[in-house]
């Protein structure tokens, strides 16, 4: 599956729960992403949470989960649609 794809498809079930999040997010269901992110209990589902806690502007609870996902918290100069493709993208990556 490529990134396209994953934009468009309306069954995520078969996806990491990570995935899912994003394919919530990317629905407006930012509750059911945050949801989600949580219950992965996992470095990329901390990963996801802390996109989601940026996009809210929550920008230290941000920080903290970048930090748990091991990533560098993302700045002002990558936008919120670049950063979730970076992580689909990685993501999808790991699935095939």
Do not use: F
């Amino acid at each position: 599956m490529n990134l396209a794809e994953l934009k468009n498809l309306e069954d995520t079930s078969t996806l990491s729960i990570a995935l899912q999040a994003l394919c919530e997010d990317r629905r407006g269901d930012w509750d059911r992403a945050h949801t989600l992110s949580q219950e992965a209990n996992n470095r990329d589902g901390d990963w996801v949470h802390a996109y989601l806690h940026r996009k809210e502007g929550d920008i230290g609870n941000a920080g903290y989960w970048y930090a748990r996902a091991g990533r560098d918290p993302q700045g002002a100069d990558v936008s919120l649609e670049a950063e979730w493709d970076t992580i689909a993208t990685e993501l999808l990556g790991r699935s095939e």
